[in-house]
């Protein structure tokens, strides 16, 4: 079958740019490699197929999954995370335009836009996004084309009012760009709220099993669209069939790993709090987190995503980061199994010294699928090991 959009969640998920293979019925639609397609005479193409950069069938299943998943008109898949980001920057933003960004953005984002597209003369204001009025005075100083927010942002887990900061944007002529990386669509979608444009890492959850490098954007507005598709076609910063049949075989499953996440992620984080050798607590679904209220209206659940930092300190995060035997050390995330992170030196390595810098204290889990008291175990195992 085929899913219409209004059907729920899990149903798009498993249908949505899925139909069988019509000449032998295979329920999985087929992998397309080939890169060129044959004419029936100059320039009459069979099914609007022509040049594998342009279009491949493989790729166009998971846009359209893609899009029916975040409630877009159109979906874009890319090589990477920042491959995606750096041409929908290229699609809308020209020299002498301004991005106001989170104070906590992803380390590769800031990188991408501070000291890559900088070079283009596009300027930046990293701000605290949960302050809508700082985000206001910082729109309003510059010729602002974007405002750029990650909720539940990375490694800092805040959270920001979709809707609220919509209208900031808005209100300044500039279009608001979230990064779902962390949420996924199955726990928020952001169009629905006002934003204009989604990206996706969907190296993270969306891929989910720590297999596939790649990146989305997800928009509903047609001319938007229409750029964004201009830009991936002349750059041509394309996911290949291989990486974009991977990620669609992971997004039919995506429902159920978030239920999973979320559930091991609440077990964590409530077993953190308890123990003494822990100074914060980072997950927005604690009751304590200031972001709750509003994690609780805009997300389905809180996902897996938690950090944790210690009262004794970078010798304290790195004994654990080098102890546990479940959680391994490795950077990224959303993945199926359970990842620790030191971004000080790992995944925000790039930003240290910056106002972006993350605390030296701080852990970032990725709680994966496996049985929380197994987690639990592993953590406590790495605790005792503290000085
Ligand atoms: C990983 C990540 C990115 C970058 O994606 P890549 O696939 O690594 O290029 C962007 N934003 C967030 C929140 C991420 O976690």
Same mark, same amino acid.
């Given at each position: 079958m085929t899913a219409n959009n209004n059907a729920g969640f899990n149903t798009r998920a498993v249908h949505a740019g899925q139909?069988?293979?019509?000449?032998?019925? *295979?329920?999985v639609p087929p992998l397309h490699f080939s890169t060129t397609y044959a004419q029936d005479?100059?320039?009459?193409?069979r099914s609007g197929y022509e040049y594998g950069r342009g279009g491949n069938p493989t790729r166009d299943a998971l846009q359209e999954q893609l899009a029916a998943l975040e409630g877009g008109s159109a979906a874009f898949s890319f090589g990477s995370g920042l491959a995606a980001e750096d041409s929908l920057i290229r699609a809308i933003a020209r020299p002498g335009d301004h991005i106001v960004l989170g104070n906590d953005a992803y380390g590769g984002t800031y990188r991408l836009i501070n000291r890559v597209l900088g070079d283009w003369g596009i300027g930046n204001t990293p701000v605290d996004m949960s302050d809508l009025d700082a985000v206001a005075t910082a729109v309003a *100083?510059?010729?602002?084309r974007i405002v750029w927010v990650e909720t539940?942002?990375?490694?800092?887990?805040k959270i920001t009012d979709i809707e609220a900061l919509a209208a900031v944007a808005h209100d300044a002529g500039a279009l608001l760009v979230v990064d779902n990386t962390f949420a996924s669509p199955y726990l928020q979608t952001p169009l629905a709220l006002g934003a204009d444009v989604v990206v996706h890492?969907?190296?993270?959850?969306?891929?989910?099993?720590?297999d596939v490098v790649g990146g989305a954007l997800v928009v509903k507005d047609a001319g938007l669209a229409e750029k964004i598709g201009f830009i991936q076609f002349a750059v041509g910063a394309v996911s290949g069939p291989m990486d974009a049949f991977l990620t669609t075989r992971g997004l039919k499953t995506l429902g159920v790993r978030m239920d999973r996440h979320s559930e091991n992620g609440q077990a964590v984080a409530e077993w953190l709090l308890?123990?003494?050798?822990?100074e914060a607590v980072l997950y927005p679904?604690?009751?304590?987190?200031?972001g709750h209220d509003l994690a609780a209206k805009q997300m389905k659940s809180f996902g897996g995503m938690v950090s944790v930092q210690f009262k004794g300190g970078e010798a304290a995060a790195r004994t654990v980061a080098e102890n546990t035997t479940v959680f391994t050390?490795?950077?990224?995330?959303?993945?199926i199994e359970s990842l620790m992170n030191?971004?000080?030196?790992?995944?925000h390595a790039s930003v240290?010294?910056?106002?972006l810098a993350v605390p030296v204290n701080l852990l970032r889990l990725s709680c994966g699928i496996e049985d929380a008291e197994d987690l639990i175990a592993d953590l406590e195992q790495a605790f005792a090991k503290i000085g």
């Amino acid at each position: 079958m085929t899913a219409n959009n209004n059907a729920g969640f899990n149903t798009r998920a498993v249908h949505a740019g899925q139909a069988f293979e019509p000449r032998t019925g *295979a329920v999985v639609p087929p992998l397309h490699f080939s890169t060129t397609y044959a004419q029936d005479g100059i320039g009459n193409l069979r099914s609007g197929y022509e040049y594998g950069r342009g279009g491949n069938p493989t790729r166009d299943a998971l846009q359209e999954q893609l899009a029916a998943l975040e409630g877009g008109s159109a979906a874009f898949s890319f090589g990477s995370g920042l491959a995606a980001e750096d041409s929908l920057i290229r699609a809308i933003a020209r020299p002498g335009d301004h991005i106001v960004l989170g104070n906590d953005a992803y380390g590769g984002t800031y990188r991408l836009i501070n000291r890559v597209l900088g070079d283009w003369g596009i300027g930046n204001t990293p701000v605290d996004m949960s302050d809508l009025d700082a985000v206001a005075t910082a729109v309003a *100083a510059n010729k602002t084309r974007i405002v750029w927010v990650e909720t539940p942002s990375n490694p800092m887990m805040k959270i920001t009012d979709i809707e609220a900061l919509a209208a900031v944007a808005h209100d300044a002529g500039a279009l608001l760009v979230v990064d779902n990386t962390f949420a996924s669509p199955y726990l928020q979608t952001p169009l629905a709220l006002g934003a204009d444009v989604v990206v996706h890492s969907t190296t993270k959850y969306i891929g989910g099993h720590s297999d596939v490098v790649g990146g989305a954007l997800v928009v509903k507005d047609a001319g938007l669209a229409e750029k964004i598709g201009f830009i991936q076609f002349a750059v041509g910063a394309v996911s290949g069939p291989m990486d974009a049949f991977l990620t669609t075989r992971g997004l039919k499953t995506l429902g159920v790993r978030m239920d999973r996440h979320s559930e091991n992620g609440q077990a964590v984080a409530e077993w953190l709090l308890q123990r003494p050798e822990v100074e914060a607590v980072l997950y927005p679904g604690l009751p304590d987190h200031p972001g709750h209220d509003l994690a609780a209206k805009q997300m389905k659940s809180f996902g897996g995503m938690v950090s944790v930092q210690f009262k004794g300190g970078e010798a304290a995060a790195r004994t654990v980061a080098e102890n546990t035997t479940v959680f391994t050390l490795a950077e990224s995330l959303g993945g199926i199994e359970s990842l620790m992170n030191y971004p000080s030196e790992m995944t925000h390595a790039s930003v240290k010294g910056t106002e972006l810098a993350v605390p030296v204290n701080l852990l970032r889990l990725s709680c994966g699928i496996e049985d929380a008291e197994d987690l639990i175990a592993d953590l406590e195992q790495a605790f005792a090991k503290i000085g």
